[in-house]
């Protein structure tokens, strides 16, 4: 697999300037998925590469930092842990 050409689709994306909990994980805005997640997606179909789309809504993650592109944060549980 060729996995350079997925990791390229991703070189344009600005990375955040603080330390992030270990357990934060990035989404895109609407913006970002536009002008990368669409990209990144037909790069992963083009090597076969495995991926996951995930939809939330912000109000359901705990938001750590955010700029036009991406946010970074944990997934909110709910109080019987799902």
Known sequence: MCEAEVADAW???TSSPKRLFKNCRFFFTELGWD???RN???ACMRTKTD???V???ECKIDVFWKDKYQVAGRVRRDR???
């Open 11 to 13: 070189l344009d994306i």
């Open 35 to 37: 002008t990368f997640g």
């Open 40 to 42: 990144v997606v037909k």
């Open 51 to 53: 991926y996951t789309v």
């Open 55 to 57: 939809k939330y809504k």
């Open 80 to 82: 019987y842990g799902s």
